[in-house]
């Protein structure tokens, strides 16, 4: 599985009518083949936003999808929004062991005995 991250900067004044627009085109980005799609917004800059997208691999993004009339519906539903073009990079998730995954062996110097 690739992510995309994409920053999205919005005009100041219109980032509820980019939301309005994003709302109804994120169908599009699903129905052209990516698996999930979350839109974050920034707390500190109400016009940045970044959406995560999950692909199957860098080639459903950047050869299917922009290939796509999905991404033709969806670039002409948000794209007067923008402040300057989105940045896009791709990334893959690194999976991390939590503390109870990891296997403590059990001996007398680690656990102590059970009669104290």
Same mark, same amino acid.
């Given at each position: 599985m690739v992510l995309t991250i994409v920053e999205l900067l919005i005009r100041k004044g219109v980032e509820e009518e980019f939301l309005a627009a994003y709302s109804a085109a994120a169908?599009?980005?699903?129905d052209a083949g990516c698996r999930s799609l979350r839109l974050i917004?920034?707390? /500190? /800059?109400?016009?940045?936003? %970044? %959406?995560?997208g999950e692909? #199957? /691999?860098?080639?459903?993004h950047t #050869?299917?999808?922009y290939a796509s009339d999905g991404f033709v519906r969806w670039r002409d539903a948000v794209a007067e929004y923008f402040a300057e073009p989105p940045h896009v990079e791709h990334a893959m998730q690194i999976q991390l062991?939590?503390?109870? #995954?990891?296997?403590?062996?059990?001996d007398e110097t680690t656990t102590g005995s059970a009669d104290g």
């Open positions: 169908r599009h980005v699903l917004r920034s707390m /500190s /800059s109400p016009g940045r936003f %970044l %959406l995560i692909w #199957e /691999s860098v080639a459903d #050869e299917v999808f062991s939590t503390a109870d #995954e990891v296997h403590v062996p059990d």
